[in-house]
C-alpha cells in the first residue's frame, strides 16, 4: 500500500517571503499522480498542484511550484511571494494509475502554514 | 455556477440514529467519491461509485452505506453500527476515474453524535 509522509507538522512564513512544505511517499508503482491541495478555515479542499509522475517538468501554478524527484520519491511544494491568504492546512495526495477504488487519494497528515506580517 | 454542493454543513446526531449526508455535483462527473477526516490525519475512502447504481467500498466502509440513483447524487449514510461517526465528511468527483482525473471537493458536512 501507498503511503504519504508530511513531516512538517507546522511552519511559518513572512508574507511576500518562499516558504517549502515537504512531502515524501513510498510505492512500487511506476506511474501515478501526486497532487497538493489548500484546506482554509473554511474545510473546502482546494486543488493548488498536481504532478503526473512520468511528466520530468515540475508543475507550476502562478505562485506555487513544486520540486518532484521521483528516485528519491519526494514532492515538496514551494510558495513565493506568500500572501495571507495562503494560510491554511496543505495536504500532500497521491493516486495510483488504478481504476476504481485505486483511483481514491492517499493523503498524508497535513502540514499547517501560518503566515505573518 | 459548476461545482459540488454538500448539505447539511452541520449535522447532530443521537446514538442509535441514522443520518443522510447529501452531495450533489453539475460538473457531469461520472466518478463520485466519499471521504473521512479525523483530526490530525489526513483523509480516508469510504465509498467509490464510478456509474449509476454501482459503488465500491473503500478502506473504512463498515457502518456506512450508499446509494447512486442519479448521475449527479451520490448521498451517504451513517448508520447506527458506526462505532465513532463523529467526523468530517467530504465529497469529491472527477471526471472519471483513469489518467489520474483531479478529484474536486464539496465544502464537508462536519458530523456530530450526541
Known amino acids: 500500500a501507498q503511503t504519504v509522509t508530511q513531516s512538517q507538522p507546522e511552519m511559518s512564513v513572512q508574507e511576500a517571503e518562499t516558504v517549502t512544505l515537504s512531502c515524501t511517499y513510498d510505492t512500487s508503482e511506476s506511474d501515478y499522480y501526486l497532487f497538493w491541495y489548500k484546506q482554509p478555515p473554511s474545510r473546502q479542499m482546494i486543488l493548488v498542484i498536481r504532478q503526473e509522475a512520468y511528466k520530468q517538468q515540475n508543475a507550476t501554478e502562478n505562485r506555487f511550484s513544486v520540486n518532484f524527484q521521483k528516485a528519491a520519491k519526494s514532492f515538496s511544494l514551494k510558495i513565493s511571494d506568500s500572501q495571507l491568504g495562503d494560510a491554511a492546512m496543505y495536504f500532500c495526495?497521491?493516486?495510483?494509475?488504478?481504476?476504481?477504488?485505486?483511483?481514491?487519494?492517499?493523503f498524508g497528515t497535513g502540514t499547517r502554514l501560518q503566515v505573518t506580517l | 455556477d459548476g461545482g459540488i454542493t454538500q448539505s447539511p454543513k452541520y449535522l447532530f446526531r443521537k446514538e442509535g440514529q441514522n443520518v443522510t449526508l447529501s452531495c450533489e455535483q453539475n460538473l457531469n462527473h461520472d466518478a463520485m467519491y466519499w471521504y473521512r477526516q479525523d483530526p490530525g490525519q489526513g483523509l480516508r475512502l469510504i465509498y467509490y461509485s464510478q456509474i449509476v447504481n454501482d459503488f465500491q467500498k473503500g478502506d473504512i466502509a463498515e457502518g456506512y452505506s450508499v446509494s447512486r440513483e442519479k448521475k449527479e447524487s451520490f448521498p451517504l449514510t451513517v448508520t447506527s453500527a458506526q462505532k465513532n461517526p463523529t467526523a468530517f465528511y467530504l465529497c469529491?468527483?472527477?471526471?472519471?476515474?483513469?489518467?489520474?482525473?483531479?478529484?474536486?471537493f464539496g465544502p464537508g458536512t462536519r458530523l456530530t453524535v450526541l
Open positions: 469529491a468527483s472527477s471526471i472519471d476515474d483513469w489518467r489520474g482525473d483531479t478529484q474536486y
Open positions: 495526495a497521491y493516486r495510483s494509475e488504478g481504476r476504481g477504488t485505486a483511483s481514491k487519494l492517499t
